[in-house]
Structure formats: structure tokens, C-alpha cells
């Protein structure tokens, strides 16, 4: 497998632990500066078993090579609207309404919402809102010149909030859970080094119902109402969290495509 790395990516402190790890794996790659004036993705090599790892819009150019395998799994089963079929009432936000981010939404005295991009997951960060505090986000995000993929059309899923216990994140390759580990629990909590039991059942149950790709993530949560899926996000653009291991994730692709 040949892997086309994203090099100007700044948010993410774990991203350039990837490098040494692919040499260690002796997994060829090439790195690409993605900026605006890039429309269309090529390699210096001439070969299709390509993988494309880095930022939304790496991904979307990555799917637009059809002939690279694996490629890129942007969009698809990933959305929502696709995965909510299979999934019900096992997701998070099933019962959500879409609307558009300028679109004024109704709220009651001391409500609040849940939030999140509808399509575009790196958007913004899904969170609990005011009717103050989103109204705020809604006007300093239109007038952020620094991203420009925000705009008053964007799409938004609002839901009930929910009480989180614990959230874990799943790299899924070929039906089965590669990685998993915990991104998210509260303080009161006891450590877990590893996912419980409960979680990793529950994930493979919703796999078995519904293999969204052949290399997806999944994000996954203990609530006051069981475990539920969090959102489904696709591999190319996921991000690792400082205790995911990296050789791990990449070594069990490679071996699966190759």
C-alpha cells in the first residue's frame, strides 16, 4: 500500500507520529501540502494501491481518483441520513432535526441543544448550546474569514442532549475492531486502560447490523441510557488521540488490502 500523507496538518499535536511508524512498517508514502489552488489529487509514483490520510478535503479529492484502492471511503454510508436506517435508534441523535446553520431555531426558558455539522464533520465540534451561546457561534462563525466552508447554508443536527459517561473511539477494517480506546470519561470514573467488554459487544453488534465500509471509525458512548453510537466518521480524516496506536491501525490496513 502507498500512502498519501497530508503534511500541513497543524490541529492535530499526534499527526507527525505517523512517519516514523510508516518507515518502521517499511510502508512507502508521499507527503502533499494541501492548499486551495489544488483541485485534483496526483502521485509522483505510478500506482493505484493508494491511500489517502489527512484532512475532509484530502478525503473528498482522494474519492474523486476511482481507480486508487482502497483509496478514499469519504462520504457514502457515513452520512446520517444513510447509516440512521440500520442504526435507529442506537445512535445518539437519532431523533435530530437538520436545518440550515442561519435558520433561527426555537428554544424554551434554561433550553439547551446538542449541535453538530451535518455532513462536514471538521465543520466545527459538536457541543451543547444556549440559545445565547449558539446564536453567538452562529454569527462569529459567518463572519470568520479563516473557514470558509462555514456559510449560512451549512447543515446542522440538532438533538436532545444527553448525559456521557465515557466515549471511545473504533478503527473498523475488514468487519472487525482493529484499535479501540477511550478519548473521553469523567473524572469521578475509575481508570479503564482498555474498552470495557459492554462497549466493544455493543460495537460489533452495530457492525453485524450495518458495515458501513470496509475501513470506517466509530465513535461510541456510555450514556444514562446505555451505550449509543456517537457518529460514524470516515478513516481518511479521523484523527488518532494520543493513545491510539498508530503502527497498529496502519499495519492492520496494509495487511488487509495487501
Given at each position: 500500500m502507498y500512502i498519501l500523507i497530508q503534511s500541513n496538518i497543524h490541529k492535530d499535536p499526534d499527526f507527525d507520529r505517523i512517519y516514523p511508524i510508516l518507515d518502521e512498517l517499511q510502508i512507502?508514502?508521499?507527503?502533499?501540502?494541501?492548499?486551495?489552488?489544488?483541485?485534483?489529487?496526483?502521485?509522483?509514483?505510478?500506482?493505484?494501491?493508494?491511500?489517502?490520510?489527512?484532512?475532509?478535503?484530502?478525503?473528498?479529492?482522494?474519492?474523486?481518483?476511482t481507480d486508487w484502492k482502497p483509496g478514499s471511503f469519504y462520504g457514502g454510508n457515513h452520512l446520517f441520513e444513510v447509516n440512521s436506517k440500520f442504526y435507529k435508534d442506537n445512535l445518539l441523535n437519532f431523533n435530530t432535526e437538520v436545518k440550515e446553520l442561519s435558520e433561527k431555531l426555537d428554544w424554551n426558558d434554561?433550553?439547551?441543544?446538542?449541535?453538530?455539522?451535518?455532513?462536514?464533520?471538521?465543520?466545527?465540534?459538536?457541543n451543547i448550546f444556549?440559545?445565547?451561546?449558539?446564536?453567538?457561534?452562529?454569527?462569529?462563525?459567518?463572519?470568520?474569514?479563516?473557514?470558509?466552508?462555514?456559510?449560512?447554508?451549512s447543515l446542522v443536527q440538532i438533538s436532545i442532549p444527553r448525559d456521557i459517561i465515557k466515549e471511545a473511539r473504533l478503527w473498523i477494517v475488514g468487519g472487525k475492531i482493529i484499535e479501540a480506546i477511550y478519548y473521553k470519561i469523567l473524572k469521578d470514573i475509575p481508570?479503564?486502560?482498555?474498552?470495557?467488554?459492554a462497549g466493544i459487544e455493543f460495537a460489533e453488534k452495530m457492525i453485524s447490523i450495518f458495515n458501513v465500509a470496509e475501513a470506517f471509525v466509530m465513535d461510541i458512548c456510555l450514556t444514562d441510557i446505555g451505550w449509543k453510537?456517537?457518529?460514524?466518521?470516515?478513516?481518511?480524516?479521523?484523527?488518532?488521540?494520543?493513545?491510539?496506536?498508530?503502527?497498529?491501525?496502519?499495519?492492520?490496513?496494509?495487511?488487509?488490502?495487501?
Amino acid at each position: 500500500m502507498y500512502i498519501l500523507i497530508q503534511s500541513n496538518i497543524h490541529k492535530d499535536p499526534d499527526f507527525d507520529r505517523i512517519y516514523p511508524i510508516l518507515d518502521e512498517l517499511q510502508i512507502p508514502f508521499e507527503k502533499i501540502n494541501l492548499n486551495s489552488s489544488i483541485t485534483k489529487l496526483e502521485i509522483s509514483q505510478k500506482r493505484n494501491d493508494v491511500f489517502v490520510y489527512g484532512s475532509v478535503k484530502l478525503a473528498m479529492l482522494g474519492k474523486e481518483n476511482t481507480d486508487w484502492k482502497p483509496g478514499s471511503f469519504y462520504g457514502g454510508n457515513h452520512l446520517f441520513e444513510v447509516n440512521s436506517k440500520f442504526y435507529k435508534d442506537n445512535l445518539l441523535n437519532f431523533n435530530t432535526e437538520v436545518k440550515e446553520l442561519s435558520e433561527k431555531l426555537d428554544w424554551n426558558d434554561q433550553e439547551q441543544k446538542f449541535i453538530k455539522p451535518y455532513k462536514f464533520a471538521k465543520l466545527f465540534t459538536g457541543n451543547i448550546f444556549t440559545r445565547i451561546k449558539w446564536e453567538n457561534f452562529v454569527e462569529n462563525s459567518l463572519k470568520n474569514p479563516n473557514n470558509p466552508l462555514i456559510n449560512a447554508k451549512s447543515l446542522v443536527q440538532i438533538s436532545i442532549p444527553r448525559d456521557i459517561i465515557k466515549e471511545a473511539r473504533l478503527w473498523i477494517v475488514g468487519g472487525k475492531i482493529i484499535e479501540a480506546i477511550y478519548y473521553k470519561i469523567l473524572k469521578d470514573i475509575p481508570f479503564e486502560e482498555n474498552v470495557e467488554e459492554a462497549g466493544i459487544e455493543f460495537a460489533e453488534k452495530m457492525i453485524s447490523i450495518f458495515n458501513v465500509a470496509e475501513a470506517f471509525v466509530m465513535d461510541i458512548c456510555l450514556t444514562d441510557i446505555g451505550w449509543k453510537i456517537v457518529e460514524i466518521n470516515c478513516i481518511n480524516s479521523a484523527g488518532f488521540f494520543p493513545n491510539a496506536d498508530v503502527k497498529k491501525i496502519f499495519k492492520e490496513l496494509n495487511n488487509y488490502y495487501y
